[in-house]
């Protein structure tokens, strides 16, 4: 089981700087922009989540991978265990959650674009488009994601370890809406598939 250190960092609605400051440092996009679909399962009495815990299906294009991660250590990273399997086309994962008593509790997407340096393995960012926002992970070491945060011009004090589910119920309870799923609008995942390509050589 490897451990996952990662950091957030919230974006501008806008994009092109990022992506400029990026191509400058020599990253180069490693996987084109892709809507990914996520599903968090739990018990009725939500143990995982009361535990730290997710058990997670990923959905994007033509693959699903179910991932277990563990409890965050405390650190001014996010740090927890995770391990990932890609899963058949047809396997029944979801039927045997559900007799296991594991059902969806809640769904997620984004638009995900991977970059990486060719010469440097150290760790990779990843350009996220969620519909709350815009935002930046960055994995690796701990020194690598503290030296690439800093030379796209972020600090320690800009980092988010707090998930995508927690930010969501953070978005709804500011603006006092009912939390439901994190999705895209209907009309807003076709316009952003159509254009998916041309954003994503940008």
């Known amino acids: 089981m490897k451990n996952e250190i990662e950091i957030k960092l919230r974006l501008p609605r806008k994009l092109g700087e990022i992506r400029k400051r990026l191509q400058t440092l020599a990253f180069r996009i490693s996987r084109r922009r892709t809507l990914e679909s996520n599903v968090l399962f739990d018990n009725a009495k939500r143990i995982l989540r009361k535990h730290g815990k997710l058990i997670r299906i990923r959905v994007t294009g033509g693959r699903r991978v179910l991932t277990y991660k563990g409890p965050s250590q405390p650190s001014k990273y996010k740090k927890r265990p995770e ?16 007799h296991m008593g594991y059902r969806p509790v809640f769904r997620y ?3 995900r674009t991977e970059y990486a340096k060719r010469a440097d393995h150290g760790g990779t960012v990843l350009l996220d488009e969620t519909p709350i926002g815009n935002f930046l992970e960055i994995e690796g070491s701990p020194r690598w994601i503290d030296r690439t ?7 320690s004090d800009d980092y988010i370890t707090r998930s995508y589910g927690y930010l969501y119920l953070e978005h709804c309870r500011e603006r006092r809406i009912p939390a439901k799923d994190m999705v895209f609008k209907n009309r807003l995942t076709k316009k952003s598939r159509a254009s998916g390509m041309r954003l994503a050589k940008s």
């Not at 391990?83 to 559900?98: G, K, Q, R, S």
């Not at 945060?149 to 600090?155: D, I, P, T, V």
């Open 109 to 111: 997407q984004k638009f």
């Open 149 to 155: 945060a800093r030379l796209l011009g972020f600090s």
């Open 83 to 98: 391990v990932e399997i890609d899963l058949p086309a047809d396997a029944a994962i979801e039927a045997i959650f559900t």
